[in-house]
């Protein structure tokens, strides 16, 4: 492994060919703005490129697609971009596990598992660090690029709402917007933070309404079932925004969520108001993620375990 | 009435003596911010300068309020920000208008009333302008001018999320960001758009589920009435951010709140999601605002009056 500059993650791709492009499972905006954007970059360099995802890409995203099919080939170099464990390929782990040869990310918690790796782990995303890469290669953005680059900026900041927010994701999204006065950023925010189907907004309010407090009120703790999503027929994937809000109530300082995609499988995802460091929380359970967004993975064992053990390990941070 | 240039403004601060700042009833974060920025800005010149607002400024700003008590003196000049109207200086209205002797803001809707108008409509926040004045005058910033700046701009933004944004917006909180990075941007976000009163969230809970759907699904009609606040313990004052819910669900166009005061006063929000443009409909029902935030008011009729009127009202532009 050997830690590369920018200029040099811009070498890379400059020289690279046939490229597989690999994104994190449960794909969010910046992974997807990210995978998509360097493969449009790679293809106006005239290279074949494919972006792999192990789960689907939320309908929602479509719009940063590229329009051309992805054709297969064999790769003849691989570059993970947004993914700072090779566990988060998912299924696709067998296959790229050890074979990466260059990794672009801006989580503090990287394994450092690629040939080379260009790390920012003070950018608020993976975008913000591709985004200088192909400054530095000279890239005439197109439409879909600036689409892709704004979305990632967007998402993994809350809207520039989130403490990981620098000066240098304003100054580029600046950028970015006045290149192209006429993408609707607004749609684009409205789609990413505001539009719910309504049952999903329906599920959303059962779940809030039975939302737990802990802790003294510092702690919340909301259940995505199964049953709760079965009944007012969403799909547990759907109710994604739900994380931010257990952190509504004043005084909270960890908001918890516990999705259920399947029954027994609680996907956790625990969010910090203020100044709890939730990414050194989950990496006792088993996850990892950001200072501020975190999550971790339970099994084989009841709900009841479940809240009893996160407000175990919640409650000595406070 | 003279429109002025951002240079012309910077003179008139640096000439003028003894102010009155006026910002609108209902204060918001961009009339906050703008007046306190200015009073401090003044303050720096050594000039006497004072707040004044027909309403008491709600309790999450009270971090943008000077520590020095303000001192009562009569004005020798009288200064405007974000009123687009000497309506809205409300119970202080007999007492300054006619008198405006400088008037800064952003809304297309300003009426011209002041001696010396500097309006650009196309800034996301009267803050934004002000920062342009500031910067003309060489004025060296103290952490209270940034956190007003920051906090007027991010509030009429909804956090940069809204198409009133521009390049400009960005850049400015980028710079802002950059001379104080110690301010807690994150945490002002969280007072701003995400903390509530557990009975605020639980009020709000009960508005949502009651939350009306018409023309189609493409508007929504949420009711925050004087009985639900009152059984649920708040003020419909601090019901501020359910304005914006209204636009949750997927394929709504125009969001309506209607908030009651006091029985049988109706303070209506219209939000657009996408083209349709509230500012027209809200004049023609003798309100005004932004092209996707506006608002108006009825007394004097029922509420199935007030919902007739809207709809009749909203039809037509959508």
């Known amino acids: 492994m050997k830690q590369i500059s920018v200029e040099q993650a811009a070498a890379f791709l400059e020289r690279c060919e046939d490229a597989h492009i690999l994104i994190h499972r449960s794909p969010d905006g910046d992974c997807i703005g990210s995978g998509y954007s360097l493969q449009a970059v790679l293809r106006l360099l005239g290279k074949r490129s494919k972006v792999l995802c192990a789960d689907p890409i939320p309908e929602r995203f479509g719009f940063l697609l590229p329009e051309e099919p992805e054709e297969d080939f064999p790769p003849k170099c691989v570059i993970a971009v947004d993914v700072s464990d090779e566990k988060l390929f998912g299924s696709l782990e067998p296959d790229y596990a050890g074979k990466v040869d260059l990794c672009v990310d801006h989580h503090v918690s990287n394994l450092l ?3 080379q790796v260009l790390l920012e782990p003070h950018a608020a995303a993976a975008c913000e660090v591709l985004y200088k890469v192909y400054r530095a290669m000279g890239i005439q953005f197109t439409k879909q690029i600036a689409m892709c680059l ?3 900026m967007a998402t993994d900041t809350g809207c520039f709402k989130f403490s990981c927010t620098r000066p240098e994701t304003h100054i580029f999204t600046a950028e970015i917007m006045r290149e192209f006065p006429d993408i609707r950023y607004d749609l684009i925010n409205r789609s990413m933070f505001t539009v719910k189907s309504r049952a999903a907004l329906h599920a959303e309010m059962v779940m809030l ?4 407090y802990h802790c003294n009120d510092r702690v919340t703790l909301i259940w995505a079932t199964h049953d709760i999503c079965q009944e007012n027929g969403v799909d547990v994937k759907d109710m994604e ?4 809000l257990g952190l509504q109530p004043e005084g909270v300082e960890v908001g918890l969520t516990v999705r259920e995609p399947e029954p027994g499988v609680y996907k956790i995802s625990m969010r910090s108001a203020k100044d709890v460091n939730v990414s050194e929380i989950c990496k006792k359970l088993g996850g990892g993620g950001h200072v501020k967004a975190a999550g971790c993975m339970m ?8 809240r009893e053990r996160l407000l175990a390990a919640v409650e000595p941070a406070l």
Chains 1, 2 share one sequence.
Do not use: H, K, N
Not at 209 to 212: A, D, F, G, P, V
Not at 241 to 244: A, D, E, P, R
């Open 150 to 152: 704004y979305t990632g």
């Open 209 to 212: 309404s039975q939302m737990e």
């Open 113 to 115: 598992y690629a040939g």
């Open 299 to 306: 099994t084989d064992c009841t709900r009841d375990e479940v």
């Open 241 to 244: 925004g739900i994380s931010s």
